[in-house]
Structures are given as structure tokens and as C-alpha cells.
């Protein structure tokens, strides 16, 4: 299991979203964050001052999934949130101990996997070839 931690542009959080749900990855939590990576800082100007904007709005995901969805969850992600330009973002991996569904007491994998993931995942692939 894995916790894979994306941070990405909230201009792409729709595009991002769907290609995730087409991969099976269905337990999402986003956050907005604001960060400073390589982009170079912004001046703007306000009731006639200029500020200075040194950290930029991301939207941060993070998804905990088994092994099997770690690599199609990474290649949803890439494939969705790149524009080819400065601050696209970062994808984090993570190893996880362990997992427990409040709800229902299941633990690792159980937890993780949604019932239709599997389906779901199927599906997508099936269009993929198409």
C-alpha cells in the first residue's frame, strides 16, 4: 500500500479528477494549498502599491491505494495534470503501514481497494484500447 501525495494546478484538478476515476482510484481527499517551487515570483499592483507574490495556489490530492492501482494512479496523474511548463507540480509515494476503514474495521488493502474499483479499472482499460 502507498499513499501517493500530488500537487498540481487548479486550473488541471478537473482533468486530474476524471483520469483518476477512469484509473479506479475513487478515495480522493484535495486540499488547496499555496506553494513556492521553480516559478519565478509575480508582481501585481494594488491600490497603488506593488506586491510581491512569491507562493502560487496548487491543489494538493492525496490518495492511499494498494499496490496494484500505484502505477496506473501515477500515470493518470501525469498524464492529466502536465502542461509542459513551469509548476506542474510534484507526485510524493509513500509506503503505508496500515490502513483501517473506520466504518467497517477492515484493514490494509480491504481499506484501500474500492468494491468497484476493480470494474471500474476495467472499464477504463477496455476504452483505452478502443
Known amino acids: 500500500m502507498k499513499l501517493i501525495t ?6 488541471r484538478l478537473a482533468q486530474v479528477k476524471a483520469a483518476l476515476f477512469r484509473a479506479g482510484v475513487t478515495g480522493i481527499t484535495i ?39 500505484v502505477e496506473p494512479t501515477i500515470k493518470a496523474i501525469l ?21 483501517i476503514r473506520i466504518r467497517t474495521g477492515e484493514v490494509d488493502t480491504a481499506a484501500v481497494t474500492a468494491v468497484t474499483a476493480d470494474a471500474v479499472q476495467k472499464q477504463a482499460l477496455k476504452e483505452a484500447k478502443l
Open 6 to 11: 500530488a500537487v498540481v494546478r487548479p486550473e
Open 31 to 69: 486540499n488547496r494549498v499555496s506553494g513556492h517551487g521553480g516559478e519565478v515570483e509575480l508582481q501585481e499592483h494594488y491600490r497603488g502599491r506593488t506586491v510581491v507574490l512569491e507562493f502560487r495556489e496548487k491543489v494538493r490530492l492525496e490518495m492511499a491505494v494498494s499496490e496494484p492501482f
Open 79 to 99: 498524464t492529466s495534470a502536465r502542461t509542459g511548463h513551469v509548476g506542474d507540480g510534484k507526485i510524493f509515494v509513500q509506503p503505508l503501514e496500515r490502513v
